[in-house]
């Protein structure tokens, strides 16, 4: 890989079941996992706390695409809760609802969590409340309640508003000035529209833009489990720590320093990725001169740089064979640069034969990653 790698999201094992409206057979959602994201480094816990705000007022009773568009809500954030990550998590949660009274002109906002540690099982038994949708359209109430939710945090703060953006007083820009003026830097702002109304998205993205590191999202964008996991990972995760920005993270990064512009693997060790050698063989083809070329760029650009240039086999074959084969590889690669022009002195190699294996031999795959070779900075003493 060059430089920053784009995390990689898998299906998890587990099924979860999702209620839905009376009548209708559930919904069986797969979360993405990026728990392995996690335990790599390339993702980190970003937000401490999050708290989310439901519409459940009057029009989120409406229809879309056949469903009512609370119901739609509710397993948005159900999703949501279920595709969080665990490993290495400490996430403190809450679930704040608007309408959801008997009484449609009644304006309302009701906690159904309070700010706690995140408890997936009881996040997801309050959602079961969410049964219906009335009562008036006060997002600013909501807002403005937010305030004295959030008033015992002390890191940084999400705030996911799922609604369709349908306001009626006109003020949710105005309460979320005041909620951003109290918690300025510590609050981003995350909101994800139910329908197509096209004054509530210019509404939504108003607010998103107020809390000036959030952003807006369509329900229809983030539906999938790999949409899902993204929102997750843009919302209340960040890339991990990675000091020479090679795109492996601090934490699995075998080859720290690495200089800018050389292609690493997934351990941030330079290589040469992409070279191939004949079966018992150390010439290079010609089609493979541009991976060269590549490296011997970054050496100009460092004029003072110094590598070992190692060279790897898999584990066929004897020990002292590969070993004398992967100096004759390592070799080749020097006698190349030294013909393109980079000083001998700054030079020097080692073969490795098969002692240095970054993949199992016991796949054809696994063998083409170990046959490689390698450039190591070299400490100037």
């Known amino acids: ?20 409206c009376a009548g209708k057979s559930a919904e069986v959602f797969v979360p993405s996992d990026l728990n392995g994201s996690i335990r790599t480094g390339h993702l980190v816990q970003k937000a401490d706390h999050f708290l989310v705000i439901l519409d459940c007022s009057g029009s989120m009773a409406e229809m879309v695409d056949g469903e009512k568009k609370f119901v739609l809500a509710r397993e948005a954030v159900r999703k949501m809760i279920a595709g969080i990550p665990e490993a290495e998590m400490n996430f403190e949660a809450g679930l704040r609802v608007f309408g959801l009274t008997m ?8 906690a159904l969590v309070d700010m706690e540690p995140l408890d ?12 219906f949708a009335t009562g008036k359209s006060n997002l600013a109430l909501a807002i403005a309640q937010s305030s004295d939710d959030l008033d015992k945090t002390t890191g940084e703060i999400s705030l996911i508003i799922v609604t369709d953006g349908k306001e009626t007083d006109g003020e949710a820009a105005r309460a979320l000035e005041v909620v951003k003026n109290t918690y300025r830097d510590r609050l981003c702002v995350y909101t994800i529209q139910v329908g197509h109304d096209p004054a509530g998205e210019k509404l939504l993205e108003r607010l998103s833009r107020k809390g000036q590191c959030g952003y807006s999202e369509n329900l229809d964008n983030v539906n999938s489990p790999k949409a899902m996991a993204c929102f997750i990972a843009r919302s209340l995760l960040k890339k991990g720590p990675d000091q020479d920005e090679d795109g492996a993270p601090d934490r699995i990064d075998l080859c720290p320093n690495t200089p800018a512009g050389a292609s690493v693997d997934d351990s941030g060790c330079w290589q040469l990725t992409g070279l191939e050698f004949k079966t018992n063989k150390a010439d290079i083809a010609k089609k ?3 991976i060269m070329d590549k ?23 004897p020990d002292k064979f590969n070993q004398e084969l992967s100096q004759d590889r390592a070799q080749a690669v020097m006698d ?9 002195e700054r030079l020097s190699v080692r073969g490795f034969g098969a002692a240095k294996p970054i ?19 070299i400490a100037a003493e």
């Open 288 to 290: 493979y001169y541009p």
């Open 295 to 317: 490296a011997i760029c970054v050496l100009k650009k460092y004029p003072d740089l110094k590598v070992l240039i190692g060279g790897h086999t898999d584990s066929r074959g």
């Open 120 to 131: 997936k099982a009881a996040y997801d038994k309050a959602l079961d409340k969410v049964t």
């Open 359 to 377: 993949a199992a031999n016991d796949s054809k795959e696994g063998r083409a990653q170990n046959r490689r070779v390698t450039l190591t900075p």
């Open 103 to 110: 009484n449609p002109f009644v304006e309302s906002t009701t």
């Open 1 to 20: 890989m060059t430089r920053i790698r784009p995390v990689l999201f898998t299906c998890l094992a587990a099924v979860f079941i999702f209620a839905g």
């Open 336 to 344: 190349y640069m030294v013909k393109k022009g980079v000083a001998p």
